[in-house]
């Protein structure tokens, strides 16, 4: 029996494909969709108000004038992006409360980002700000729940917290320097101004070095070998002051070295008393010259001094003006390197302007060539002459082969430990340029600074020709034994 062709339904316009038209299966009526709850993803749910729009928008289209239309896009597709809108503008419909991550993640860094892993009480601080930080994160996780951020960071905090075996229990550090700070805690009163300025970027720090015979690395990282003979002033502001004395190393010679260090943490309100700290060739104490080793009240001291090697390495940590300071004994002479928030070095009177942090040394006691480059120190050989005996002990190559034992890196501080060799014949000062390049990379801010490498008149790195060297060796060695 034949089947009469169905005829075709009018449409409110044709469906132009792009392609042959596919065979279609009849369609089944709709049915009603089960009721579930609404999709929640990443945190954000989808509110029924924005349901309630796109079928509120789909009715409205179907009620436009018959006109040629596309094919509709596959199902999956549609879904897919009623998805991404629904988490794009879910917040549109509804106001959930807001995940502050965000926030918590800042106020961390600003907590930690001025923190030194090289420097005696890092764990304990770090575990406060770490406990802060978790504690931050447990406040807004409900609103935070499905936001892949949040999630990251609770389990970077607990990953932290084991690999700096921190307990979850005990003080945290203040996110709020607003409301409470340490006023004896430079770290957190600077912050404090920081936050009321709308400056989230940490304290700037500046390094200051001497070490061997003797070399100087100023705040502003200039380089300079000096004579300097007797006392001279290092630092000299409003909060600190540092005295170096130094003595002829060779009989007959202008080179120097460090015998006798002098360093004074000025009062400073209700965190300190005024303390002096003295050290001597072969006389390293972990105490100040009244006996005590901290300054301040309380549990956690303002002024605290360490000592890591006895007679032979301390340091001295002044929490009340950020400011580290490391003193070293090697051989028979003193090295000293200090780190100090720039705002309080730059901090004194204009009679206090002879620092040679600062300012260097005065071009009278200079013994370098102007460039921060030991001129003697460049790999070359030259022809002994009369001045043969100044060189005690060590030939240029030898000085070269013992120095690169120690440093790789053929820096200033490399042609510093061969200079030392060269004039004076001690090896013991090869430790001790090794150990003021150690110093640098705990305390100096910058690292791509750490090193710096000696330029030619003509800034290009690394000298000029062999002449021109040959010249510059001979003259240094006049200058320094004169």
């Not at 040629?68 to 959930?96: I, T, V, Y």
């Not at 502003?220 to 006392?231: L, P």
């Not at 100044?390 to 120690?406: D, F, I, M, S, V």
């Amino acid at each position: 029996m034949m089947r009469k062709k169905r005829k075709r339904g009018t449409s409110p316009g044709p469906c132009r494909s792009h392609g042959p038209e596919p065979a279609t299966a009849p369609v089944p009526p709709p049915s009603p969709e089960p009721t579930r709850p609404a999709w929640t993803g990443m945190g954000l749910r989808a509110a029924p108000s924005c349901a309630a729009a796109a079928a509120s928008a789909a009715a409205a289209g179907a009620e436009q004038r018959h006109r040629p239309q596309l094919c509709p896009p596959p199902l999956a597709l549609l879904l897919l992006l009623l998805l991404s809108l629904g988490l794009l503008h879910a917040g549109d419909c509804q106001q959930p409360a807001q995940c502050r991550i965000q926030k918590c993640t800042t106020d961390f860094v600003s907590l930690t980002s001025h923190l030194n892993s090289a420097i005696d009480g890092f764990d304990s601080e770090f575990c406060k700000a770490l406990r802060a930080y978790a504690g931050c994160t447990q406040r807004t996780s409900k609103a935070c729940r499905g936001n892949l951020v949040y999630h990251s960071a609770v389990l970077g905090i607990s990953d932290l917290m084991s690999q700096r075996n921190c307990s979850k229990d005990g003080p945290t550090s203040s996110t709020n320097p607003e409301v409470t700070h340490d006023p004896c805690n430079y770290h957190s009163h600077a912050g404090a101004r920081e936050h009321r300025g709308g400056d989230l970027s940490p304290p700037s720090y500046l390094f200051c070095g001497l070490f061997g015979d003797p070399h100087l690395r100023t705040f502003k990282d200039h380089f300079q070998t000096c004579k300097v003979e007797g006392a001279w002033p290092l630092i000299d502001n409003n909060y600190l002051s540092v005295q170096v004395t130094n003595v002829p190393v060779v009989p007959g010679s202008s080179a120097t070295a460090t015998n006798k260090i002098t360093i004074i943490f000025k009062a400073h309100r209700e965190c300190t008393d005024q303390k002096v700290y003295q050290a001597v060739t072969d006389d390293l104490p972990a105490a100040f010259v009244d006996g005590s080793t901290s300054g301040g009240d309380g549990d956690t001291k303002s002024l605290l001094i360490v000592e890591r090697e006895s007679g032979r390495y301390v340091e001295m940590h002044a929490r009340y003006i950020g400011t580290t300071v490391f003193v070293r004994q090697l051989g028979r002479y003193l090295t000293l390197a200090i780190r100090m928030p720039e705002d309080l070095a730059m901090s004194y009177e204009e009679s206090q302007d002879l620092q040679l942090c600062v300012n260097g040394c005065p071009l009278s006691e200079r013994i370098d060539d102007g460039q921060g480059q030991v001129s003697a120190i460049l790999g070359h050989s030259v022809p002994r002459t009369s001045l043969a005996q100044a060189w005690p002990g060590y030939t240029l190559e030898a000085a070269n082969a013992q120095c690169h034992e120690k440093m790789p890196v053929k820096d200033i501080y490399f042609q510093s430990c061969v200079f030392d060799l060269l004039t004076t014949g001690d090896a013991n000062f090869t430790a001790a340029a090794h150990s003021a390049l150690e110093d640098v990379e705990a305390l100096h801010p910058r690292k791509e600074r750490w090193h710096i490498f000696p330029s030619s008149s003509h800034g290009t790195p690394r000298g000029g020709g062999h002449l021109s060297v040959s010249l510059g060796l001979t003259c240094l060695i006049f200058i320094v034994f004169l």
